[in-house]
């Protein structure tokens, strides 16, 4: 059974931080490129960041130079540490898993991210 499990969500102010994580079980990890995607109310679901399986790493241009994705291969887990983080982040964030050779694709449950005063 294939399970994507984020934390790290919550309720943070305008300039603070948060790091998702997101561990996951039943697949070959090091065979998946991952990625984080959000949807905030009335919007469709976008990318945030992604990370091949090699490790390359890119971003939307909303979020580049604030947030960082990176891969634990031993750890099978995902992060995404979210800096000076704007109201507009807000949304509920989403971890995604894409099968490199093959068109296997699997999807989270979601964090909520709200950044409020």
């Known amino acids: 059974q294939v399970q994507l499990v984020e934390s790290g969500g919550g309720l943070v102010q305008p300039g603070g931080s948060l790091r998702l994580s997101c561990v996951v079980s039943?697949?070959?990890?090091?065979?998946?490129?991952m990625g984080w995607y959000r949807q905030a109310p009335g919007k469709q679901r976008e990318l945030v960041a992604r990370?091949?399986?090699?490790?390359?790493?890119n971003y939307a241009d909303s979020v580049k130079g604030r947030f960082t994705i990176s891969r634990d291969g031993p750890k099978n887990t995902v992060y995404l540490q979210m800096n000076s983080l704007k109201p507009e982040d807000t949304a509920v964030y989403y971890c995604?898993?894409?099968?490199?050779?093959?068109?296997?694709?699997?999807w989270g449950q979601g964090t909520q991210v709200t950044v409020s005063s």
């Open positions: 995604h898993a894409q099968a490199t050779v093959a068109a296997y694709d699997y």
């Open positions: 039943g697949i070959f990890f090091r065979a998946y490129a």
């Open positions: 990370i091949t399986s090699g490790g390359t790493p």
